[in-house]
T-cell receptor, first 111, second 114 residues
């Protein structure tokens, strides 16, 4: 099955710093999403981005489908950005709704 | 995109008992999905729930342990049966209401079995 790898696994930032999170996937996908899981376990959909670039405030994401990777940029980080960031993909041949999640990047933003 | 209400948000249960988790979507959806997230792990799909038919379970998950109901196009329940401490996890439901939005998740149920 499709493999999803995220890096780095852990990241510690000082408030105000910028960061880039990476997601590599092993096969063609028809859906790619970035999620933020807050300390209470809630999973927030950040971007639906099977290809191209999107921006939402301090966050932006780019997916290069032909090269099978996606990047999530966080600028001017805030303590509320802390949590785990997941990349998830849905492959062409898989069951609908079966999102394959990476292991996540755990981000800690220090004041 | 969909808004999904999930309850309870958390519960502590005795081993051997069962817990039913509910998810309500603010619009009609064909399929709803149930995921499990074990402590410190990523999410794994348990089953897909279609209205009017039995749920489809992924490898490693069985109906006797995780019975699912889907009585209409906006609602679903997942029951965790005969619980053991190994069932302690976050359980999340998911749905998709538009091709441009991807999948939306409920707020999750943090289950602890003692």
């Amino acid at each position: 099955g499709i493999q999803v790898e995220q890096s780095p696994p852990d990241l510690i930032l000082q408030e105000g710093a910028n960061s880039t999170l990476r997601c590599n996937f092993s096969d063609s996908v028809n859906n790619l999403q970035w999620f933020h899981q807050n300390p209470w376990g809630q999973l927030i959909n950040l971007f639906y981005i099977p290809s191209g670039t999107k921006q939402n405030g301090r966050l932006s994401a780019t997916t290069v489908a032909t090269e099978r990777y996606s990047l999530l940029y966080i600028s001017s980080s805030q303590t509320t950005d802390s949590g785990v960031y997941f990349c998830a993909v849905e492959d062409y041949g898989g069951s609908q709704g079966n999102l394959i999640f990476g292991k996540g990047t755990k981000l800690s933003v220090k004041p | 995109s969909a808004v999904i209400s999930q309850k309870p948000s958390r519960d502590i249960c005795q081993r051997g008992t069962s817990l039913t988790i509910q998810c309500q979507v603010d619009s009609q959806v064909t399929m709803m999905f149930w995921y499990r997230q074990q402590p410190g792990q990523s999410l794994t799909l348990i089953a897909t729930a279609n209205q009017g038919s039995e749920a489809t379970y992924e490898s490693g998950f069985v109906i006797d342990k995780f019975p699912i109901s889907r009585p209409n196009l906006t609602f679903s329940t997942l029951t965790v049966s005969n619980m053991s401490p190994e069932d302690s996890s976050i359980y999340l439901c998911s749905a998709r209401t538009g091709t441009n939005y991807g999948y939306t998740f409920g707020s999750g149920t943090r289950l602890t079995v003692v």
